[in-house]
């Protein structure tokens, strides 16, 4: 079973402090994602990942960073949080290619900025 | 400029009658076009997918029908359920392209009893 496991769940920050998401997958894909999902928007695209050491802008990247120092761990880096980043915070990892290309999604962190 | 539309924010039906979810794009280079199931409290999980070549795609009571030449796609839900109850986001991704898949903005599903 395709498991990515995101923590924190929830999160209160507080303006101009340092927020950082963790993800972690056990599907040994190349891609990982992060989005943030808000009404009105669905899910939109912050940052991804091919591998390693590799991170793309998505995108919305503005007031985001992201590192991939492994395979199986992607982290979303908010250097000062803004209350307009208040959201749900999705994590994904995925493989292209094949009849079923599928992407595989955490269970999301609750992201509130005070 | 959304490249994928879904016409309607939320759905409501009743049990047992076919719930169809309408969704369109805009870049012709999109070939892959996967609907996610998303339930409270937890991420959004592939439900069914079609590629381009294909008009049609069935799972059991789920069924996409795909228009390349109009770009759109429905998504039928056939004998409804209450625990068919959730958020439908349809997306799409281009195998020429990185590969991103590019969600729209969701249908909420209602199923009354």
């Known amino acids: 079973e395709a498991a990515v496991t995101q923590s924190p769940r929830n999160k209160v920050a507080v303006t101009g402090g340092k927020v950082t998401l963790s993800c972690n997958q056990t599907?040994?894909?190349?891609?990982m994602y992060w989005y943030r999902q808000d009404t009105g928007h669905g899910l939109r695209l912050i940052h991804y990942?091919?591998?390693?050491?590799?991170?793309e802008k998505g995108d919305i990247p503005d007031g985001y960073k992201a590192s991939r120092p492994s395979q199986e761990n992607f982290s979303l880096i908010l250097e000062l949080a803004t209350p307009s980043q208040t959201s749900v915070y999705f994590c994904?990892?995925?493989?292209?290619?094949?009849?079923?290309?599928?992407?595989?999604f955490g269970k999301g962190t609750r992201l509130t900025v005070v | 400029q959304q490249q994928v539309r879904q016409s309607s924010q939320s759905l409501t039906v009743w049990e047992g009658e076919t719930a169809i979810l309408n969704c369109s794009y805009e870049?012709?280079?999109?070939?892959?076009f996967p609907w996610y199931q998303q339930f409270p409290g937890e991420g959004p999980a592939l439900l069914i997918a079609?590629?381009?070549?294909?008009d049609k795609k069935e799972d059991g009571r789920f069924t996409i029908f795909f228009n390349k030449r109009e770009k759109n796609l429905s998504l039928h839900i056939k004998d409804s359920q209450p625990g068919d109850s959730a958020t439908y986001f349809c997306?799409?991704?281009?195998?020429?392209?990185?590969?991103?898949?590019?969600f729209g903005s969701g249908t909420q599903l209602t199923v009354m009893p």
């Open positions: 079609i590629r381009s070549v294909s």
């Open positions: 870049n012709s280079a999109f070939d892959y």
């Open positions: 599907n040994n894909h190349n891609n």
């Open positions: 994904a990892s995925g493989d292209e290619g094949g009849e079923n290309t599928e992407v595989f």
């Open positions: 990942s091919y591998g390693a050491g590799s991170t």
């Open positions: 997306a799409a991704s281009a195998s020429s392209g990185s590969w991103q898949l590019i």
